[in-house]
C-alpha cells in the first residue's frame, strides 16, 4: 500500500515563501509525481510535475514562483513557493504517478496553505 505524507503548509503574509514536503511509502513503480492545489470553492488543478526522467511542468500561474524537486534517497518531493500571492491559497496536494498494468495515482490527504495580506 503506498502512502503520501505531507507537511509544510500554513499561514504565510502576501510575499512570502513556504516549503512543502511529501514523503511516499510502500511499493511502487515511480513514473512522476506532483503537486495540485484546490482553491475555495473550485477544483483541483496541477500546479507543478517532477516526472522520473528528471523534467519538470509547472503551471502559468506559479512559473519563476514555485520550485519542484525530488529527493529520491528520501522519497520525498518538495515544493518551494516564494513570492506568495493571496490567489495561492488553497488546499495543496501530492500526487504519485505509479507505473504499472494500469497508470495508478496516489493522493496525500492535502496540506493547507493560507496566504494573508
Known amino acids: 500500500q503506498v502512502q503520501l505524507v505531507e507537511s509544510g503548509g500554513g499561514l504565510v503574509q502576501a510575499g512570502g515563501s513556504l516549503r512543502l514536503a511529501c514523503t511516499a511509502s510502500?511499493?511502487?513503480?515511480?513514473?512522476?509525481m506532483a503537486w495540485y492545489y484546490q482553491p475555495p470553492g473550485k477544483r483541483r488543478g496541477l500546479v507543478a510535475a517532477?516526472?522520473?526522467?528528471?523534467?519538470?511542468n509547472y503551471a502559468d500561474s506559479v512559473k519563476g514562483r514555485f520550485t519542484i524537486s525530488m529527493d529520491k534517497d528520501k522519497n520525498t518531493v518538495y515544493l518551494q513557493m516564494d513570492s506568495l500571492k493571496l490567489e495561492d491559497t488553497g488546499v495543496y496536494y501530492c500526487n504519485l504517478e505509479a507505473l504499472g498494468p494500469t497508470m495508478t495515482y496516489y493522493w496525500g490527504q492535502g496540506t493547507q496553505v493560507t496566504v494573508t495580506s
Open positions: 510502500g511499493s511502487y513503480r515511480l513514473n512522476a
Open positions: 517532477w516526472l522520473n526522467d528528471g523534467t519538470t
